[in-house]
């Protein structure tokens, strides 16, 4: 009884020792190694996010997820090799991990049943629904692998991420025109000024339906013509959202014209001649009486 028992423990000894090595070196007809041990990880994955990009702002609630991996499979070492047990990612916005890609090694008697080891991957995916503000994406790639140190072999297992953050707006931004009214003007030159609730990357307006005018900020509205009028302002923000304010009808009328002054000089002119005259009469009056003369009766001739 007891050697049954021992013969059973040889051979599942035997098994065991077998599958390890089917699990990390290529099969010989004796195993050369006198140890095994888990060591720390000679390479790591290498994850390049194309899009979403960094610290960028997008106008739409649906993006492409566009990432690549790869791990640097050296031959320095003997026996090397490794591969990618699993790729998923995490979103700011979703509770759970979204898996893209496990290894998985179905029988480990069997090589030719095991899926085949990669050190790439790539995946373009889309993602959809994605919430207004700040967001985040990460990739997240683990691996395994192994190599024969002298008569030791070595295996090891690690991972790398790489995280993106972006912004969602797809909220136009809000322009409100100040003090302009729909009313007559009687100036040619009206300030132009108004406000936006957010970063903005352009603002301009067009009057009467002319081509658009770039401005920075608050202005004035020059030369304008007599008649009617109608003034919108838009503002582009960082996103490329377009806010359009409400459109403000105007007139600028002729101003009234200046009544001319009271012709003064005509009226004062003969009043002075008539009292040049009579002071002229009243003289020689005087004079003839200083004379003994009878005074003579005169009338103003009219």
Same mark, same amino acid.
């Given at each position: 009884?007891?050697?049954?028992?021992?013969?059973?423990?040889?051979?599942?000894?035997?098994?065991?020792?077998?599958?390890?090595?089917?699990?990390?070196?290529?099969?010989?007809?004796?195993?050369?190694?006198?140890?095994?041990?888990?060591?720390?990880?000679?390479?790591?994955?290498?994850?390049?996010?194309?899009?979403?990009?960094?610290?960028?702002?997008?106008?739409?609630?649906?993006?492409?997820?566009?990432?690549?991996?790869?791990?640097?499979?050296?031959?320095?070492?003997?026996?090397?090799?490794?591969?990618?047990?699993?790729?998923?990612?995490?979103?700011?916005?979703?509770?759970?991990?979204?898996?893209?890609?496990?290894?998985?090694?179905?029988?480990?008697?069997?090589?030719?049943?095991?899926?085949?080891?990669?050190?790439?991957?790539?995946?373009?995916?889309?993602?959809?629904?994605?919430?207004?503000?700040?967001?985040?994406?990460?990739?997240?790639?683990?691996?395994?692998?192994?190599?024969?140190?002298? =008569?030791?072999?070595?295996?090891?297992? #690690? *991972?790398? !991420? @790489? $995280?993106?953050? +972006?912004? &969602?707006?797809?909220?136009? /931004?809000?322009?409100?025109?100040?003090?302009?009214?729909?009313?007559?003007?009687?100036?040619?030159?009206?300030?132009?000024?108004?406000?936006?609730?957010?970063?903005?990357?352009?603002?301009?307006?067009?009057?009467?339906?002319?081509?658009?005018?770039?401005?920075?900020?608050?202005?004035?509205?020059?030369?304008?013509?007599?008649?009617?009028?109608?003034?919108?302002?838009? =503002?582009?923000?960082?996103?490329?959202? #377009? *806010?359009? !304010? @409400? $459109?403000?009808? +105007?007139? &600028?009328?002729?101003?009234? /014209?200046?009544?001319?002054?009271?012709?003064?000089?005509?009226?004062?002119?003969?009043?002075?001649?008539?009292?040049?005259?009579?002071?002229?009469?009243?003289?020689?009056?005087?004079?003839?009486?200083?004379?003994?003369?009878?005074?003579?009766?005169?009338?103003?001739?009219?």
């Amino acid at each position: 009884m007891k050697k049954k028992k021992l013969l059973t423990a040889t051979l599942s000894g035997l098994i065991f020792l077998a599958v390890a090595q089917l699990n990390f070196i290529k099969l010989t007809d004796a195993d050369p190694y006198i140890d095994y041990k888990f060591v720390a990880a000679p390479v790591h994955p290498i994850i390049t996010i194309l899009s979403p990009e960094n610290n960028t702002v997008y106008a739409s609630n649906n993006l492409t997820l566009n990432f690549n991996s790869i791990i640097d499979n050296r031959s320095d070492y003997l026996y090397f090799q490794v591969r990618i047990k699993s790729v998923y990612y995490q979103t700011s916005w979703q509770t759970d991990n979204v898996t893209l890609y496990r290894w998985s090694d179905n029988d480990p008697l069997n090589l030719n049943d095991d899926d085949p080891f990669i050190n790439e991957y790539s995946c373009k995916l889309s993602l959809t629904g994605i919430p207004e503000g700040k967001q985040t994406v990460r990739v997240i790639v683990t691996e395994a692998g192994s190599y024969a140190d002298g =008569a030791i072999w070595c295996s090891f297992g #690690t *991972g790398g !991420s @790489e $995280t993106v953050s +972006f912004v &969602i707006d797809t909220t136009p /931004p809000n322009v409100s025109i100040l003090q302009m009214e729909n009313a007559t003007y009687t100036e040619t030159e009206i300030p132009l000024n108004f406000t936006v609730n957010e970063a903005v990357s352009k603002i301009a307006y067009a009057l009467d339906g002319y081509e658009n005018v770039t401005v920075t900020g608050n202005t004035s509205l020059a030369g304008l013509s007599f008649g009617a009028h109608n003034l919108t302002v838009y =503002a582009v923000d960082v996103a490329g959202n #377009t *806010g359009v !304010s @409400e $459109t403000i009808c +105007f007139t &600028i009328s002729e101003p009234e /014209p200046t009544p001319e002054p009271f012709p003064t000089t005509m009226v004062i002119a003969p009043i002075a001649s008539v009292a040049v005259v009579g002071v002229a009469l009243l003289l020689y009056y005087f004079k003839k009486r200083k004379h003994g003369a009878s005074p003579v009766p005169f009338r103003l001739l009219r």
